[in-house]
């Protein structure tokens, strides 16, 4: 295949994923927007207004870049995880298979969907946040590398999970059981300067406490972590699960026999 | 030239099956051939390392000189495949189905979508194209595999079971529509367990028995191997069939029984014979079925 060739069929999965969680937008777009609106509401207005600032912002404005890290996190992942199991479920990941494109086009055009449902929910949420507050923006170009590098990184992570996959129960375990106790212990509610010692370090062991933090940053211009180290284990997570998707891929693991 | 060559392919799964045994078979340009055999006899297994769905374990594949490990991108342009059980996904319209597929081969959305109405409208499925898939007709979708299958105008196609639960009337014009695009200079190589269709239609015919491929020649020539033929007689009332057993007769009804004759033997003293058993024949007629005798007979060797 030529250059122009890859770059239709690399846009053709891309136009075929937008499509779909486009086309079932109440259970892609909506659902975060209503259950983050729930945090703001009973955390940040409820609760927040009787606990005192963090680092120098009320906790209404603290919780909001988490909140909307969190749900770039699980739609970017869940968009893939579900999309890529749901056509080997239906054996429709087939027409990729027997056509000529090659794994680094699959891959490309499953995470750039990936990549932007979690974009497109990350910016509804933020808007729905402006209804209860308006959160500085100090860095946008931060905010902006950080929304897309996580959700590289989750989308990467959600096809890896689909690949494994045998049923749609393996899909459910990864972001129950794993990424929504690493989100919640991940400073998207409190700062982890509120720990204690031992537990401030054992919170750093949690890779999504570089990347609430570091979104948080590009908000307010405070974190927990330094900026440089957030961003490296972001950009060092996407090479290593690119590689491993894509060795997984070449082998065929849980598509070929 | 030939638009399939397979040289000691070899499948061993993961489960320790081994489906192919180092099987050989050249499929000319242009040809119509047939892989036949019983269930888990290999036919799928031949078709999937064809199309990128199984990994060989050993052993040469090349499609139209490309060889599938080296230069699998040009070997699969030159494919269509229609696969066995439904392999679309069931949410999607049968219009985007067919244009994303086009897509997955690099070919441009413009073009895609005059070649989705072509096809569409060749196999009566213009007016379903804004409908779900899930929609569809057990026919309706075969068809959508093969308008898909069809979308990238390849050299080959790869039917596996393409009629399998189909009715009379559509297993017909499926027949005619594949013989179609044949004689437009298209290679075709399907599986099928109706026998029928071998006969009607394919030029060539490959059988395989556990993972090897045992015969392999032109329909024509072994039809000849078969030297009995097997004849339905009608009769006004059957009676003394016993002095027609070494025509191996068995009786279907009161009326009707089938005999089988040798190839060459003078039709003119069978029916005296069933005169003298006092029968009076009232219709006489080829059983038709004689790949299915071929393919019973080989299977038993």
Same mark, same amino acid.
């Given at each position: ?13 891309v ?15 909506l659902?975060?927007?209503?259950t ?67 794994n ?9 969907g ?29 905010? =902006? /590398?950080?929304? &897309? ?6 989308? $990467?992570?959600? %096809? ?5 996959? @045998? !049923? ?65 284990? =972001? /950009?060092?997570? &996407? ?6 998707? $894509?060795?997984? %891929?070449n082998?065929?693991?849980?598509? @070929? !026999? | 030239?030939?638009?399939?060559t ?91 189905i ?10 441009r ?17 213009w ?12 026919g ?23 009629t ?99 190839k ?9 014979k ?14 038709g ?13």
């Open positions: 295949m030529n250059f122009s060739e890859k770059l239709i069929a690399y846009s053709t999965i136009r075929k994923e937008v499509h779909r969680f486009m086309r079932i937008w109440t259970q892609t777009i659902p975060p927007a209503i983050q609106s729930l945090y703001f509401l009973i955390f940040g207005k409820f609760i927040g207004s009787q606990l005192r600032d963090i680092g120098g912002v009320s906790y209404m404005a603290f919780i909001v870049p988490g909140l909307v890290m969190m749900t770039v996190i699980n739609n970017s992942f869940s968009n893939v995880a579900s999309s890529f199991f749901s056509s080997k479920f239906q054996r429709s990941i087939e027409e990729l298979l027997v056509s000529p494109l090659t680094v086009i699959i891959v490309a055009g499953y995470i750039t990936g990549l932007l449902r979690g974009i497109i929910c990350g910016v509804v949420v933020f808007c729905v946040s402006m209804f209860f507050i308006h959160p500085t923006v100090m860095y946008p170009g931060l905010i =902006l /590398i950080f929304m &897309i590098l996580a959700s590289i990184v989750f989308a $990467l992570g959600g %096809l890896l999970n689909a690949i494994y996959a @045998k !049923s749609f129960d393996e899909i459910g375990i990864f972001p129950m059981f794993i990424l929504l106790p690493l989100t919640y212990l991940g400073g998207v509610f409190y700062s982890i300067h509120t720990l204690p010692v031992f537990w401030q370090t054992v919170s750093k062991i949690n890779p999504i406490l570089y990347l609430v933090n570091g979104f948080r940053f590009g908000f307010y211009g405070i974190s927990d972590v330094s900026i440089n180290v957030s961003i490296a284990m =972001l /950009i060092t997570f &996407i090479i290593v699960l690119v590689f491993l998707n $894509l060795y997984l %891929l082998k065929g693991t849980g598509l @070929k !026999s | 030239m030939n638009a399939i397979i040289k000691n392919l070899k499948k061993i799964y993961a489960t320790g099956i081994e489906a192919l045994k180092g099987i050989n078979l050249d499929v000319k340009e242009g040809d119509f051939c047939a892989l036949l055999g019983a269930n888990g006899a290999g036919k799928t297994t031949v078709i999937g390392i064809l199309t990128g769905l199984v990994i060989k374990s050993s052993g040469e594949v090349k499609v139209f000189d490309y060889d599938i490990d080296i230069r699998h991108t040009a070997a699969r342009k030159m494919i269509g495949v229609v696969p066995q059980e439904m392999n679309f996904n069931m949410f999607e319209k049968v219009k985007d067919v244009i994303n597929q086009a897509g997955y081969f690099g070919i959305r413009s073009v895609a979508e005059k070649d989705c109405e072509q096809i569409l409208k060749e196999l009566q499925l007016d379903k194209r804004d409908t779900a898939s899930r929609q569809l007709s057990g309706m979708k075969r068809r959508l595999m093969i308008a898909r299958a069809l979308i990238n105008h390849p050299k080959i196609l790869i039917l596996d079971e393409p399998a639960g189909v009715d009379v009337e559509l297993r017909h014009s499926m027949w005619e529509y594949l013989r179609k695009i044949n004689q437009q200079g298209t290679t075709i190589l399907l599986t099928t367990h109706y026998l029928e269709e071998v006969e009607q239609m394919c030029r060539h015919a490959a059988f395989i028995k556990n993972g090897e491929i045992f015969a392999y020649d032109s329909v024509k020539r072994l039809i000849k191997q078969i030297d009995m033929e097997t004849y339905v007689v009608h009769v006004e009332k059957i009676s003394g069939l016993n002095q027609l057993a070494h025509y191996n007769v068995i009786a279907l009804d009161e009326h009707t029984f089938e005999a089988e004759i040798t060459g033997a003078k039709l003119n003293d069978f029916i005296l069933v005169g003298k058993a006092g029968m009076i024949v009232t219709d006489l007629r080829p059983k079925n004689r790949m299915e005798k071929l393919f019973l007979n080989i299977l038993k060797q």
